[in-house]
């Protein structure tokens, strides 16, 4: 069965970097585009950043252009975000997820747990 | 950008049926999503293009988008359906989520 599982949040101090990751298990993991997502406390669900199977094509959300790196070892099956000078609006619950698209279509099929970043302001 | 409306929330009695809309321009033109998120838990696929449900989704999960508004209905409403749910399409690169309704079953 699909299994992801992220690892790598905690508590920063705003400027600080933090590296997330998501193990993966269970599928073909290059076969598949993968995504980060986030849920702020009481929020609802933003698409952070997504990676192509390859690895050659990635997508940020605007507030997090030129902080965050997304990045994949497909030998390892997983997943990474590096996130750099980190704000206070950053705070969330971070999601691993596989995309799969169907005619451009994009759809979120299985999601991770969850890790929990927290940037006091 | 494109947007997404949902009601903050919904009302159902025990067994009965509940209906979720989600409203955008032209949203019949796309393929909307449903995401159902219990408390403390990350969100699960219940209904995928429209009106498709993933393996292991129950069949009183249905989704139309027929017209606007999109929408997500739940037959025979269990207290375990209490939750979280949320709309998605894609738009532009990239997703496109509703600000969520909250089911509360009575």
């Known amino acids: 069965q699909v299994q992801l599982v992220e690892s790598g949040g905690g508590l920063v101090k705003p400027g600080g970097s933090l590296r997330l990751s998501c193990a993966a298990s269970?599928?073909?993991?290059?076969?598949?585009?993968m995504s980060w997502l986030r849920q702020a406390p009481g929020k609802g669900l933003e698409c952070v950043s997504y990676?192509?199977?390859?690895?050659?094509?990635?997508y940020y959300t605007d507030s997090v252009t030129g902080r965050f790196t997304i990045s994949r070892d497909n030998a390892k099956t997983s997943l990474y975000l590096q996130m750099d000078n980190l704000r206070a609006d950053d705070t969330a619950v971070y999601y691993c997820?596989?995309?799969?698209?169907?005619?451009?279509?994009?759809?979120?099929?299985?999601w991770g747990q969850g890790t929990l970043v927290t940037v006091p302001s | 950008s494109y947007e997404l409306t949902q009601p903050l929330s919904v009302e159902v009695a025990l067994g009965q049926t509940a209906t979720i809309n989600c409203k955008g321009n032209?949203?019949?033109?796309?393929?909307v999503h449903w995401y159902q998120q219990r408390p403390g838990q990350a969100p699960v696929l219940v209904i995928q293009?429209?009106?498709n449900r993933p393996s292991g989704i129950p069949e009183r999960f249905s989704g139309s988008n027929l017209r606007n508004p999109a929408t997500l209905t739940i037959s025979r409403v269990q207290a375990g359906d209490e939750a979280d749910y949320y709309c998605?399409?894609?738009?532009?690169?990239?997703?496109?989520f509703g600000g969520g309704t909250k089911l509360t079953v009575l």
């Open positions: 997820a596989r995309r799969r698209d169907y005619g451009g279509n994009s759809v979120f099929d299985f």
């Open positions: 269970g599928f073909p993991f290059s076969d598949f585009y």
């Open positions: 990676i192509s199977s390859t690895g050659s094509a990635t």
């Open positions: 032209n949203i019949q033109t796309k393929k």
């Open positions: 293009r429209d009106s």
């Open positions: 998605q399409v894609w738009d532009d690169r990239t997703a496109v």
